[in-house]
C-alpha cells in the first residue's frame, strides 16, 4: 500500500512565477491537506480539501489556492512567487484524526 | 501562528538513555499528535492521544496528556542512533479530521 506521495521532489523557480505541487494521497484517504514548513520552523498549515471543496484555510494570501480531484489527489498551486515562499510544501492525507505525510517537495525561489 | 513550543529545543543523549521532550500548547484541543522528521524530510506520524486520554504506550514511546497545565510529554525509552531526527508536537481542535497546529520542534541527537 502507497503511502502519501508528492511531486516533484525539488523545484527551483524564480520571483513572479508560477508553481503548481502535486500530491496522492494514501489509499482510502478522502482529506488531503497542505502545509509549509520554513527552515528550523514547525509545518504551518495552508488549507485543507474534502469532497473537492476546500474546507479549512489557515492565515496564507490569495496566491495560495488549491483543487481536489474526485480521486481525492490535490494540487497546490502559488502565484507572483517570492523570496519568502521557499520551503518544504507537506501534503498530508487523513480519512480519521490521524494526518499521514508525504516526503514534501522542496521549493527554492530565486 | 505556533500553538506552542516544545522544550527543550535540542536534546544530545548517549544510546541506551531515555530521551524526554516536552510539549505546551495554548488553547482548548480535541487531541495531540507527535511526529518525527529526518533531515527536512517528510514527518512520521508517531502516536495520537485525545483529550479524555492521559497516557498511550506504543513500543518504545509513551506519550502523556495534561490538559489542565496544556502540555504533553513524549518518552522514548533506550533510545538508538536511529531516532536521531526533529520531534514535533501537533494540536487538533476539533473532532473531525482538522488542521493541525505545530509546535517548534525538538532536535533529537543520539550519539553512540
Redesign the interface.
Known amino acids: 500500500d502507497a503511502g502519501v506521495t508528492q511531486s516533484p521532489t525539488h523545484l527551483i523557480k524564480t520571483r513572479g512565477q508560477q508553481v503548481t505541487l502535486r500530491c496522492s494521497p494514501k489509499s482510502g484517504h478522502d482529506t488531503v491537506s497542505w502545509y509549509q514548513q520554513a527552515l528550523g520552523q514547525g509545518p504551518q498549515f495552508i488549507f485543507q480539501y474534502y469532497e473537492e471543496e476546500e474546507r479549512q484555510r489557515g492565515n496564507f494570501p490569495d496566491r495560495f489556492s488549491g483543487h481536489q480531484f474526485p480521486n481525492y489527489s490535490s494540487e497546490l498551486n502559488v502565484n507572483a512567487l517570492l523570496l519568502g515562499d521557499s520551503a518544504l510544501y507537506l501534503c498530508a492525507s487523513s480519512l480519521g484524526l490521524e494526518q499521514f505525510f508525504g516526503p514534501g517537495t522542496r521549493l527554492t525561489v530565486l | 501562528?505556533?500553538q506552542g513550543e516544545e522544550d527543550p529545543q535540542a536534546l544530545s543523549i548517549q544510546e541506551g538513555e531515555n530521551a524526554t521532550m516536552n510539549c505546551s500548547y495554548k488553547t482548548s484541543i480535541?487531541?495531540l499528535?507527535w511526529?518525527r522528521q529526518n533531515s527536512?524530510?517528510?514527518?512520521?506520524?508517531l502516536i495520537?492521544i485525545?483529550s479524555n486520554e492521559r497516557e498511550k504506550h506504543s513500543g518504545r514511546l509513551r506519550v502523556t496528556l495534561d490538559t489542565s497545565k496544556k502540555s504533553s510529554s513524549l518518552l522514548i525509552t533506550a533510545s538508538r542512533a536511529a531516532d536521531t531526527a526533529s520531534y514535533?508536537c501537533?494540536t487538533?481542535n476539533t473532532?473531525?479530521?482538522?488542521?493541525?497546529?505545530?509546535?517548534?520542534?525538538t532536535r533529537l541527537q543520539v550519539t553512540l
Open positions: 501562528s505556533q480535541n487531541n499528535q511526529y527536512g524530510r517528510g514527518l512520521v506520524h495520537l485525545r514535533f501537533a487538533g473532532g473531525t479530521a482538522s488542521k493541525l497546529t505545530f509546535g517548534t520542534g
